[in-house]
């Protein structure tokens, strides 16, 4: 056996590096960590029980909610049932956050999350997600103010994903560099797969859904042109790589270097995925291995939240690739 260092191992280890740490913060990414557990064992089952399709439902945002989406949701609500630590849940299947009010104490922090990224995957056997953020909330007790939860991206505490493919990784910064865990499913441990992980300045990869080519604005089609035109010496053209699940897509990036565009459409200009549980926990991560995320106008993590489930563009990679396309869309 190789030298192996658990998740917890590790989290212990970083927390020693800072005395003032009261292992508040450990123990939240552990119980994400039991959520991410307990999900991947549903998904590898799904097939097999009643847990695939639709419940029948719609959520917040119009879309159909499936069967895996609200017992994933229901999973990481579990994880943090008492919870002396995270007051509060946010995610993409409640309208409202959920305030946790069986705690001994109220705790200090608030938790968005996205439970299961990429349902449209569900049915096919292909990668989905979980995307994770956390803010330390300003004010103690309870209702939770809205304005405590309102908090750009720069102010994260810590932020990750869960990737349920061939293998389930873990990948989270608290602000020190981008670590990536693998759940070894014999020992059902996370363990250290790469440390401090750096995203190449540049890639050879683009990752969005080109259906929607005649919805975008003029800037956005002539980028999408400009990737596919060839050009040796600027390695052009680029490769298409698109799985429908963010938190995949993403990871691939993270790992080989491109760039992921779910740009503004003109009629949307909002674009469809969400700030605080999609857009800025994963730019905070892209920023921390050296990438970097944006709007296509501003950077992800400058943006100040309006509501809980405000919809933003997303390009995000390589720093070199989406500040070309930022190029691409400011003059169209
Ligand atoms: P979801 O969180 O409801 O699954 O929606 C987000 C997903 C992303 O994972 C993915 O990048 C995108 O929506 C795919 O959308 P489209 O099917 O429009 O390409
Ligand atoms: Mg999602």
Redesign the pocket.
């Known amino acids: 056996m190789h030298a192996a260092l658990t998740l917890t191992q590790f989290i212990l280890r970083e927390e020693a590096l800072h005395p003032q740490a009261t292992g508040e913060f450990s123990s939240i990414m552990l119980q994400i960590a039991l959520a991410g557990k307990c999900i991947a064992r549903d998904l590898s089952r799904s097939g097999l029980l009643d847990l695939i399709g639709s419940t029948g439902a719609r959520?917040v945002?119009g879309?159909e909610v499936q069967k895996l989406?609200e017992r994933a949701n229901q999973t990481f609500i579990a994880a943090f049932d008492s919870s002396n630590v995270v007051r509060t849940l946010i995610s993409?299947e409640m309208e409202k956050p959920l305030t946790i009010t069986t705690a001994k104490q109220p705790g200090k922090y608030a938790l968005f999350f996205?439970p299961?990224?990429?349902?449209?995957?569900i049915d096919v056997n292909a990668p989905?997600?979980s995307i994770f953020s956390i803010h330390r909330l300003a004010s103690s007790g309870e209702p939770v103010n809205e304005s405590d939860l309102l908090k750009t991206g720069a102010e994260q505490v810590a932020a990750g994903y869960l990737l349920y493919g061939p293998s389930v990784s873990l990948v989270y910064s608290c602000g020190s560099g981008v670590h990536q865990f693998i759940l070894d499913p014999g020992i059902g441990e996370f363990l250290l797969a790469a440390q401090h992980v750096r995203v190449p300045a540049r890639g050879s990869l683009y990752s969005v859904?080109e259906?929607?080519y005649h919805k975008w604005p003029s800037g956005t089609r002539r980028y999408l042109d400009f990737l596919k035109e060839p050009d040796a010496a600027s390695g052009r053209p680029y490769s298409s790589r698109?799985?429908?699940?963010?938190?995949?897509?993403v990871h691939r990036i993270l790992l080989k270097g491109g760039i992921?565009l779910?740009p503004a459409e003109t009629k949307k200009p909002e674009g469809?995925?969400?700030l605080m549980y999609?857009a800025a926990p994963l730019s905070f991560l892209l920023e921390q291995a050296g990438g970097r995320g944006s709007t296509g106008r501003e950077p992800i993590l400058r943006i100040q939240p309006k509501a809980l489930h405000q919809r933003v563009p997303l390009i995000i990679g390589s720093r070199e690739d989406v500040r070309q396309a930022e190029e691409f869309i400011q003059t169209a």
Not at 242 to 249: K, N, P, Q, T, W
Request: charged content about 30%; hydrophobic content about 25%.
């Open positions: 959520n945002q879309e989406d993409e996205d299961l990224d990429g349902s449209s995957n989905l997600g859904n259906g929607n698109y799985s429908g699940c963010l938190v995949a897509d992921f779910y469809k995925l969400r999609e």
